[in-house]
């Protein structure tokens, strides 16, 4: 099988190429490396592997030509409650890009897509939600990735699937510190305390970016039928947290005494995820915890193989490359 993967030098991307690699598939990666291309200077030259620098918003559509599968990373992956970053932007890369390559792909005869979204498009929820739930999605990074479910889902002739991701964390060679248990671990590692956005009682599922990679896979070998227009929650249900529990969580892994700040405007998103779905229909389960994010993490800062560097916070990065021009808006639309 050969999979396109969009994004694929990034937080999720970099991890999920190497595993399918090492199970034997062929891989073109499609990345702007906007973020730098350090996630992928070691795989360059693999035989299995092929890299294109090309904008997800504009990319020539033959190279989709003899892929089995596309899975669809390349994003603005984060909240921007400062609207900081142009709105178009987010609609462009969150939005019309990913329906226009669901759309190419079908042309060019690919059987199967793959689109990951996100659980922030449950935006404030009282009740547990699961897929049925009605979204509502409060900013602008959910309400783009919503937008794009809706209209990847119209597109025929292709096997669609709609991956709804818990918060991310844990180690990646293009690491992130803006996701909120890599953030606490990285301030306690730098201040020895663990800052909490306002109000700290906001709920929010988390899930270990290698356990995102083996939810992906198994979508790809699943049976066409179990996944065709299906959304799939990824994560679990132990994994459902208040967020200043998760700081809990990280002082105890790491045999830290507490030590708290509370920071910023309060959060209006709050959300219990059900993951029963995902587990009953493909078998997924989580394997690492919280515990083990934390550990991996704080152990690479100490031995220095990641640091906080400027391009591991999302939303500042696209403000820097948006304010130096190096990204535009191209005109992309549905």
């Known amino acids: ?37 350090s996630s992928v200077k070691d795989i360059v030259g693999e035989k299995r592997v092929s890299i294109v620098k090309a904008d997800v918003r504009s990319y020539e559509p033959s190279i989709l030509r003899g892929h089995d599968a596309v899975v669809d990373l390349a994003a603005i992956s984060q909240p921007d409650p400062q609207r900081v970053v142009d709105e178009k932007l987010f609609y ?9 390559t669901a759309n190419l792909a079908a042309k060019h005869g690919v059987e199967r897509y793959i689109f990951t979204s996100t659980c922030s498009v449950y935006g404030f929820q009282e009740k547990v939600v699961n897929e049925d ?22 597109v025929k002739g292709i096997t669609r699937t709609i991956l709804r991701l818990a918060t991310v964390y844990g180690l990646s060679p293009k690491m992130r510190f803006d996701l909120v248990v890599n953030a606490m671990t990285l301030t306690l590692f730098k201040e020895g305390r663990i800052r ?13 970016v290698a356990d995102v ?17 299906e959304v799939f929650n990824v994560g679990s249900n132990d994994q459902n947290y208040r967020v200043i529990d998760l700081a809990y969580e990280i002082f105890k892994a ?50 220095g193989a990641v640091r906080d560097e400027p391009w591991t916070k999302v939303i500042s990065w696209w403000r820097k490359l948006q304010d130096e021009g190096v990204v535009k808006l191209t005109g992309v639309s549905i």
């Open 1 to 37: 099988m050969k999979i396109f993967v969009t994004g694929g030098a990034g937080y999720i991307g970099s991890i999920l190429v190497r595993e399918l690699i090492r199970r034997g598939y062929d891989v073109t990666v499609l990345d702007l490396m906007l973020f730098g291309d």
């Open 92 to 100: 462009e890369i969150n939005c019309y890009a990913p329906i226009r």
């Open 133 to 154: 739930s009605p979204p509502n999605p409060l900013e602008l990074y959910a309400e783009t990735k919503y937008m794009a479910e809706k209209g990847i889902l119209n």
């Open 196 to 208: 909490v956005g306002r109000p700290g009682e906001q709920k929010r599922p988390v899930v270990h």
């Open 213 to 229: 990679v083996e939810a992906v896979i198994k979508v790809l070998e699943a049976p066409r039928d179990f996944v065709d227009g």
């Open 254 to 303: 790491l045999g830290k005494e507490p030590a708290i700040e509370f920071y910023g405007e309060p959060d209006t998103r709050s959300y219990i995820v059900d993951f029963t779905k995902i587990s009953r229909v493909l078998g997924f389960r989580c394997r690492y915890r919280v515990a083990d994010g934390a550990r991996e993490i704080y152990r690479a800062l100490e031995e």
